[in-house]
């Protein structure tokens, strides 16, 4: 039973593990040249020639830092940086680019499930706020209305 699970995917794991070293090395600030150097030489090692996952870790960081503040951007052009001083492909980066920006404007969407702002309606009973909810007579009779 265990056989029939899938296995991971081995580029989605090595892009994985791109990313996480080109974050962990750029989100640190402006590095020297050498830093930087001893950083592309780790990503190059890694990537074992994958020039193509280079290219997708930095083009998914480019788009997915577009639109925040600005010291997110900083650290998306630092891991893109990183990658092209790996090797990565250039031709590649620009489509994955927009591929960021995609993943980045969905995240902002809302959930197909939810309700539109402020129309309670379509929510059942066991999803609204107690003061939503419709008031129920007392055990004891009708509850007295409230001081003016």
């Known amino acids: 039973m265990a ?28 590095l020297t040249d050498d830093e930087k150097t001893a950083r592309a030489a780790e ?26 503040g600005e010291e997110y951007r900083a650290q998306g052009q630092a891991i893109a940086e990183l990658c092209r001083m790996a ?31 402020g129309g309670n309606a379509a929510r059942p009973e066991t999803y609204r706020s107690s003061a939503q909810q419709p008031r129920r007579e007392s055990p004891t009779g009708p509850r007295p209305a409230p001081p003016p």
């Open 3 to 30: 056989n029939d699970r899938p296995q991971p995917d081995r580029d989605r794991l090595l892009a994985a593990r791109l990313t996480g070293i080109a974050q962990r090395n750029a989100r640190w600030g402006a």
């Open 43 to 68: 990503l190059r090692e890694v990537a074992d020639g994958r020039a193509d996952l280079l290219a997708e870790t930095a083009g998914l960081a480019l788009g997915t830092t577009e639109g925040k």
């Open 87 to 117: 090797g990565a492909d250039e031709d590649l980066i620009p489509a994955w680019t927009l591929e960021g920006q995609r993943r980045a404007t969905a995240v902002q969407k809302r959930p197909f499930s939810r309700p539109p702002s």
